[in-house]
């Protein structure tokens, strides 16, 4: 992976050492005139900067910042994800095969489901793992509903029988005007970039699609072509659809 990890202070630098080597890196203290990708931990936690992405500042997640975080600017997208779960009279299992930025996983935790959420990404795992550290008591009873795993979840099919949905958010195709105000898909690809992961969505559902769960929830571009025939119902936003497979 072509990334390096830098501390900033003393204080910081045995964590520093030990997140590092969970993913293979050595921990250097942080120096200003660094050209390339870098994970950073400091006194605000772990943040990400990639030389090439489009905003300047570097990457760092927190669940507690915002207007009341995420849900309020996601009032719509949560309307959609709720028709698409449908109605349930108890709490779900759900896979969340793309845990990204864990902000659907965070929505299906607030309608008090259980979630497994899979990263692919180490460094985003990494990122993920410190933002929720540093959540404090934002979403301390959600959270304990909330498995994090590091790793392809084309790998979970053995343990589908523990889950009632399997939802599936792959990177768009091609950067979204919508998706580019934040900055943050731009970031996504990026760390995906620097550790060379690649998917191929329509492979992926295919593999997932085996799994014998209840339901299987696929986001798509609202104009995307589906992965498969057989779509059992669509909920869609304006620019986002939800294909359901039962
Ligand atoms: C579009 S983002 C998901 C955004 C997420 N739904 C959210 O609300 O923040 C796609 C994420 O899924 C991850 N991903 C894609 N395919 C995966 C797979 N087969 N297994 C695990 N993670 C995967 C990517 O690394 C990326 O972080």
Redesign the pocket.
Known sequence: MNCSFFYTTETDKSHAEILASSIGLDALPSRNDFPGAFLELGSSGLSFFHPDARASNKFHIDFTSGSSGWRLKRADHEKLIKKALGKSDKPLNIL??????????LLFLSLGHQVTA????KL?YLLLQDALSRSGDSYANLLDNLTLTQ????TFTAEASNFDVIYF????PAPKKTALGSGQ?DY?AKI?ETEM?Q?D?QK?FEVLQLMPVKKMIV?RPIKAEAFATGINYQVSGKTTRFDIYI
């Open positions: 969340d095969c793309t845990a990204g930025l864990l902000q659907d996983t899979v990263e692919q990404s985003l790793g392809n979840a084309c958010d792959p990177m768009y898909m996504l995906l992961l998917n969505p992926d986001k």
